[in-house]
């Protein structure tokens, strides 16, 4: 990745201002303009060739140091967004927290941000904060150096310039990368209260790029992840999306409730785990962000409606069990303890009425699912949910016998001929049918054993 000469190099600690800048050169490093994208090239070219500095910043460079082919490409520049806008037909003012260009190639998005300045010594008016001391407005403009220490990890304050093909390294994130560590830029808990989402930034980052959270970055996240009520229901939802659906769900998951910041997102669901003693829904989650982790290497689509549905699955039922002890009927008590759960939800993550639609579509068809009727298979295997459905019964099957029979019946129909297609149908005259007896069984979660279908 790095060559170890600049490990030598480096001054001071990672995270603390040095006495000057590293600067790697070409030779000493393997970041190359054919991993970079031909867009975000023509962005750099462009301002560099009207007089402003222009550097490929953040992920894009992080990541092609560690072998990973980059997403995104992000700019910084000393250009304002209304230079760069002059710049590019194509390109349009974003933001209020922060002021941002996207330069808009198609599909492509090359996202251009002007060097920032440490707002607390500024003589700026343009930086605002909340009573809890989050940062609301920070549009305070600065040079390279003060814009390395405004962001928010080493890993991520590297900087590649197309014009001498070098990189610059400011906090130390390159030794950081070296040593598999994430580390915070300046003092952690001051950076969790000044932006909370840092605290799920650092969790993902830590699982998607396996580095180990630094001691210092770590400790204040128990104690501050309650500051993460405070932030927009909105903006948990984009954020909730990028820690569930980037390829490595489960690890995340996992790190979200060692850290104990599970709670304040998906408050229904710890509980439910904690109130639930034989571990099934445990498994069951675990069993669904496997399975998506594994759709997403194999380029499968996938829905966040689907997770949803995992997650609030054993409080839906939860909560159906306690009406109907009040003596609501089941159908009622289902659909009404669907909304509430959702309900509750939206008030941390602000879930899409499309996406909650589809999770309770899910839900509806499991009694369907194991309810067969000759009847109605052929409009269950039509409907828009059922592969989703199907999944969602097969993950929930775990070591319950009669869901895995029921969910093996229903993957030997899909891609049954039509003679052993009438007889399945037709044995079916002679099955009990499921009145929902075994109430903790069927809930039952595990492995993902039948044959993978589309579930999304």
């Known amino acids: 990745m790095i060559k170890k000469l600049w490990q030598r190099l480096t001054t001071g600690q990672p995270g603390k201002r040095p006495q000057q800048a590293i600067i790697v050169p070409r030779d000493a490093h393997c970041v190359s303009r054919k991993d970079i994208s031909n867009n975000a090239l023509k962005v750099l070219y462009r301002l560099n060739d009207a007089g402003y500095q222009a550097y490929l910043v953040g992920g894009g460079v992080r990541d092609i140091l560690l072998g990973l082919s980059p997403k995104d490409f992000d700019i910084a520049t000393d250009a304002t967004p209304e230079q760069v806008s002059q710049l590019f037909r194509n390109s349009r003012l974003i933001g209020r927290r922060f002021r941002l260009a996207h330069i808009l190639f198609g599909r492509e998005v090359i996202e251009v941000a002007t060097f920032r300045a440490g707002h607390e010594s500024s003589c700026h008016t343009e930086a605002k904060t909340s009573e809890q001391g989050m940062l609301v407005r920070d549009n305070v403009y600065g040079n390279l150096e003060e814009d390395a220490f405004r962001r928010d990890f080493t890993v991520n304050a590297l900087y590649y310039c197309v014009r001498d093909f070098s990189v610059i390294d400011y906090t130390g994130g390159l030794t950081d990368l070296e040593n598999g560590l ?120 996938v829905t966040p409606a689907f997770l949803f549905a995992v997650f609030l699955w054993e409080p ?141």
């Open 316 to 456: 839906m039922n939860q909560l159906t069990r306690q009406m109907i002890d009040k003596g609501v009927p089941s159908f009622e008590a289902s659909q009404k303890a669907a909304a509430k759960v959702f309900e509750q939800q939206r008030n941390t993550v602000a879930i899409p009425k499309r996406f909650s639609i589809t999770a309770r579509e899910i839900w509806s068809l499991q009694f369907r699912l194991l309810n067969r009727r000759k009847r109605t298979v052929n409009a269950l295997l039509q409907h828009p949910r059922f592969r989703a459905a199907y999944d969602f019964l097969c993950l929930r099957a775990g070591e319950d016998k009669q869901l895995n029979e029921i969910a093996q019946w229903w993957t030997e129909i899909q891609d049954a001929g039509e003679d052993l297609k009438h007889k399945m149908l037709s044995e079916l005259e002679a099955l009990p049918r499921h009145k929902g007896k075994r109430k903790n069984k069927s809930r039952r979660a595990g492995s993902h054993r039948a044959p993978q279908k589309s579930q999304h």
């Open 182 to 301: 994430l580390r915070l830029i300046g003092d952690p808990a001051a950076r969790y209260r000044e932006d909370p989402v840092r605290i799920l930034r650092a969790i993902r980052l830590s699982a998607k790029l396996d580095l180990q959270i630094e001691k210092n970055t770590a400790a204040p996240i128990v104690g501050l992840a309650e500051l993460l009520d405070h932030v927009a229901a909105a903006r948990l939802w984009d954020e909730s999306n990028k820690l569930l659906l980037a390829g490595h769900a489960f690890k995340t998951w996992h790190l979200l409730i060692k850290y104990q910041v599970a709670e304040h997102i998906f408050a229904q669901t710890i509980d439910a785990c904690k109130s639930e003693k034989t571990g099934h829904f445990k498994a069951f989650i675990d069993s669904a962000l496997k399975s998506t982790d594994s759709r997403i290497e194999k380029s499968m689509p």
